[in-house]
């Protein structure tokens, strides 16, 4: 059974850079795709990008310009960068496992709230 | 690219059966899958690739899609099915986009 943990700063000042880390235990994170998806407090799901355990990276139109998605094989671990924060990318950030177009396993997310 | 259209609210009694609604334009709606969120906790796929479900997940939730829109049906329902709902689509196969979200009530 594959177990992710999502880590990471609980407070970014706005204008700064968002920086979380996905660690996979249980299953490798190689031949696999894994996502970002965030969800604002008593809001949606919202997919941030993808990655291939290769390095080749999908990320969302809307948020294209910010993300950089990254994956470290050799510690079985993904990461987010989401540079130029503002209050409104307050939300759970949730690390995600694909299978299949569709999303089987998850993180327990973690919040994280931009404010100064 | 827009979220899916769902319905905000559904209900039914113990028992009875509940059909939640995820729409998009005509090219929005592919390989759908559907998530049920409790509060508190993480999404909980139960339905991929329209009307697949993952070992473990009751049959009484059933998926469907016609043209532009597809379909989360739960029979029987449960008190244990009372939760918020999202629908996903990766028509294009580039992007995910969610459904707005339906929360559901067992009366």
């Known amino acids: 059974q594959v177990q992710l943990q999502e880590s990471g700063p609980g407070l970014v000042k706005p204008s700064e850079t968002l920086s979380l880390t996905c660690s996979v235990s249980?299953?490798?994170?190689?031949?696999?795709?894994w996502s970002w998806i965030r969800q604002p407090p008593g809001k949606g799901l919202e997919w941030i990008g993808e990655i291939f355990s290769s390095g080749s990276t999908k990320y969302s139109p809307s948020l294209k310009s910010r993300v950089t998605i990254s994956v470290d094989t050799s510690n079985n671990q993904m990461s987010l960068r989401l540079s130029s924060v503002t209050p409104a990318d307050t939300a759970l950030y949730y690390c995600v496992r694909h299978r299949e177009r569709s999303f089987p396993d998850w993180g327990q997310g973690t919040l994280v709230t931009v404010s100064s | 690219q827009s979220a899916l259209t769902q319905p905000p609210s559904a209900s039914g009694s113990p028992g009875q059966s509940v059909t939640i609604s995820c729409t998009g334009t005509s090219s929005d709606v592919g390989g759908v899958s559907w998530y049920q969120q409790h509060p508190g906790k993480a999404p909980k796929l139960m339905i991929y690739e329209v009307n697949k479900r993952p070992s473990g997940v009751p049959d009484r939730f059933s998926g469907s899609q016609s043209g532009n829109t597809a379909s989360l049906t739960v029979s029987g329902l449960q008190a244990e099915d009372e939760a918020d709902y999202y629908c996903?689509?990766?028509?294009?196969?580039?992007?995910?986009?969610f459904g707005t979200g339906t929360m559901v009530t067992v009366l």
């Open positions: 996903s689509s990766n028509a294009d196969y580039n992007n995910y986009v």
């Open positions: 249980g299953d490798s994170i190689t031949g696999y795709y």
